[in-house]
């Protein structure tokens, strides 16, 4: 299974439009993140896990022209904004699987009403197909797929396990009960903001704790903003087994 950080930055991006922080103007490529979203692959199956603002753009980097389905971890605009992009992808293979929690649906509906239209429907518009995922197991494409539901403030987010790898953004807090999910996981992919605390985001600290809790064979940060630091100080910082993700980083499982 091979696994693509389409985008690793926060719900502005890097660099923030007019910010003259010093992370902001690095010239380091590892410095400059998308919002944050995954491809998962494997067989002759590609998924990917959100399809925030810049979704374009991951696609056309990655030289991607088919993808299986998307699916929401939930329904904040870094993570849905790029819904309309998908129908370059529709006019060539056809209606789009979504997947996500009924409320996300729900909200997409709202934002997205044109694409939902069951009369008059503008002949342009994207195709989907939606399928509403509870917080048990899944089939995709032959692989069972298993949510994990974690808090984000006072939203409720999936993060999603395939096999012995795991993704989980926009976490603050995991309830007990789906921390058994998590058991004898090798890859764990996880949030981490920036150095001080945030309300509805793991710091970097905070992910380093759970890192360790959930004691993976390696782990990746990503959903990170400018106030992290800059990509190559902050990764000799970190345990041996620890990583910044960056966009466009391949890693197979």
């Known amino acids: 299974m091979k696994i693509t950080f389409l985008g690793t930055g926060t719900s502005q991006g890097i660099p923030i439009i007019g910010s003259s922080h010093p992370v902001c103007l690095s010239k380091n490529p590892k410095d400059k993140r998308l919002r944050v979203s995954i491809m998962v692959e494997w067989d002759k199956f590609k998924y990917v896990i959100d ?21 929401f971890t939930h329904e904040h605009s870094d993570h849905v904004a790029g819904l309309d992009d998908i129908r370059a992808l529709c006019y060539r293979h056809g209606g789009m ?18 694409i939902f239209e069951t009369e ?9 197909v939606v399928n509403i995922i509870e917080n048990r197991p899944f089939l995709l494409s032959g692989m069972e797929v298993i949510p994990i539901s974690v808090d984000h403030h006072f939203v409720q987010v999936f993060g999603f396990r395939f096999n012995d790898f795991v ?3 926009d976490v603050k807090s995991v309830p007990t009960e789906e921390m058994e999910k998590l058991k004898k ?5 996880v949030n981490a903001l920036r150095i001080t605390p945030h309300i509805s ?7 380093l ?39 466009g980083l391949q890693i197979t499982v």
């Not at 008059?120 to 989907?128: L, W």
């Open 97 to 114: 699987n979504i997947y996500a929690h009924k409320r996300v649906i729900k909200s997409i509906k709202k934002r997205f009403d044109y």
């Open 120 to 128: 008059n429907k503008y002949p342009g518009a994207p195709e989907v």
């Open 51 to 71: 399809c925030g603002p810049d979704f374009r753009q991951q696609m056309l980097r990655e030289n991607c022209s088919k993808i299986d389905g998307v699916l």
């Open 167 to 169: 993704y989980l953004t």
């Open 201 to 207: 985001h793991f710091n970097l600290d905070e992910a």
């Open 209 to 247: 704790n759970f890192i360790e809790q959930v004691n993976p064979e390696k782990a990746y940060l990503t959903h990170i903003s400018h106030l992290l630091g800059f990509h190559d100080e902050v990764e000799k910082q970190l345990p041996n087994n620890v990583f910044l993700a960056y966009d």
């Open 185 to 189: 996981v090798k890859v764990l992919v």
